[in-house]
């Protein structure tokens, strides 16, 4: 004791001075000082409690340090994580021809004599058969107008359509068709593309583009129909088969087998009794597409679930921040280095399925602010006030990336 002030000291740890033993009362503002003081750095568990030792001492330290730090909102919004990204692969069921339809966008693109921009990719996930559309504007209307009358008026109607969250799939236009033709609608989560499995279609597209293009960068809707037969002829690894097999029971003839056809067509009596065994392997060809599948599926989980983990346990109503992805914008001095990794925090107000929750501005629940991946959500620690550390802005939708 010196003037009063109590002072420890202990000739076993490495310290050069007797501690300063501090009072609960002042343990925030030494906090603040030795942490969140912009000489302090904002630095870990280990290197605010060496700062702090060298002066000061009081039972529990390293708890409330631990603590403390774990529950300060600049450091949740700005520091990376170093854990595995959280969400186990989830292994959709095997479908029918184009019962489900996965939709995307691909541009914009140099525009075409003919005035187009974009080109619309729909895939069915059954048998991976494409469409590619070129499109004037990346509308609502435009993306509508193509799916009834190229799509559905041709392949018939699926039961589900799985899509990004650009403006065009979310708008009330592709709502009331879905509503209208009782089509379930399944949005990914912001942020996670790999859920769409349009997005492979959408990287093998680039490259062959641009080989058939060359210089001539406008010139790409012609090369569309090129492109879809190549793409629907080649074999899948994920079936083993084209995507023409699977979907006409038969390969689409190439140039080169117009004149070289070892096949005839069958001209004679016992055309019945050829399509019954016919019938018979289509069948077997179709089982076994179905369980190379799913032994892809399993086997791709497998390699996938190796980086990551488990997800955390959300419940409805839990506080979470969300991931933020921000661009640099070298010409208005912005750049993403400076930006926060996270935004929030919001309120889970919904389950979509095991590993995608919607969340909510905490200060108006009832409106679904966006949905999102486990991977892109973290547990919020800290005071469970109603409204959000940061104020919250209505944010749009992300960018498509452009080539």
């Known amino acids: 004791m010196a003037n009063g002030i109590l002072h420890r000291y202990s000739g076993e ?15 925030p503002r030494l906090m603040q000082d030795y942490h969140d003081a912009p000489t302090a750095g904002h630095y870990g568990v280990e290197r605010t409690l060496q700062r702090i030792a060298h002066r000061y001492y009081f ?14 909102a600049d450091c949740q919004r700005y520091k990376a994580s170093t854990q595995k990204p959280a969400g186990l692969v989830q292994t959709p069921a095997y479908n029918r021809r184009f019962e489900v339809l996965s939709l995307d966008l ?8 003919t005035g187009e921009k974009w080109i619309f ?12 559309f070129g499109l004037t504007r990346a509308t609502a209307d435009e993306c509508a107008r193509v799916l009834i009358n190229q799509v559905f008026f041709r392949y018939g109607l699926p039961r589900q359509l799985i899509s990004d969250n650009g403006v065009q799939f979310v708008s009330s236009v592709m709502q009331h068709i879905c509503d209208y033709f009782s089509i379930k ?3 990914i989560p912001l942020y996670h593309p ?7 279609k959408n990287r093998d597209l680039k490259p062959r583009l641009a080989i058939l293009v060359g210089d001539d960068h406008t010139s790409w809707m012609e090369r569309l129909p090129v492109i879809r037969f190549a793409m629907n002829t080649a074999s899948s690894e994920t079936t083993g088969h084209t995507a023409a097999f699977l979907t006409f029971a038969r390969e689409l003839r190439t140039p080169d087998q117009v004149n070289n056809d ?11 009794s050829e399509l019954t065994p016919y019938l018979r392997r289509m069948t077997a060809v179709w089982n076994e597409a179905r369980e190379r599948h799913d032994i892809q599926q399993d086997r791709h989980k497998v390699y996938a679930d190796q980086r990551r983990r488990e997800e955390p346990p959300f419940n409805i109503g839990d506080l979470v921040w969300v991931a933020l992805k921000t661009l640099s914008k070298a010409a208005k001095g912005v750049t993403n280095k400076f930006h926060p990794k996270r935004d929030g925090p919001y309120r889970i107000c919904h389950q979509v399925s095991p ?4 969340v909510a501005n905490p200060s108006t629940p009832e409106e679904i602010h966006a949905t999102y991946h486990v991977s892109s959500l973290t547990p919020y620690t800290g005071p469970d006030t109603a409204a959000p550390v940061v104020g919250l802005r209505k944010r749009g939708r992300p960018r498509k990336n452009r080539i």
């Open 13 to 27: 740890e490495d310290v050069e001075d007797a501690q300063l033993v501090v009072p609960s009362h002042e343990r």
């Open 59 to 72: 039972t529990g330290m390293r708890r409330y340090v631990t603590e403390y730090l774990k529950n300060c």
């Open 106 to 113: 691909f541009g914009p693109l140099p525009e075409t004599p």
């Open 121 to 132: 990719i729909v895939e069915d996930t059954a048998t991976k058969w494409v469409e590619l």
């Open 185 to 187: 609608q399944s949005l």
């Open 194 to 200: 790999q859920a769409n499995m349009v997005e492979r």
């Open 262 to 272: 070892p096949r005839a067509i069958p001209r004679h009596e016992n055309l019945i």
């Open 355 to 358: 590993t995608t929750y919607s």
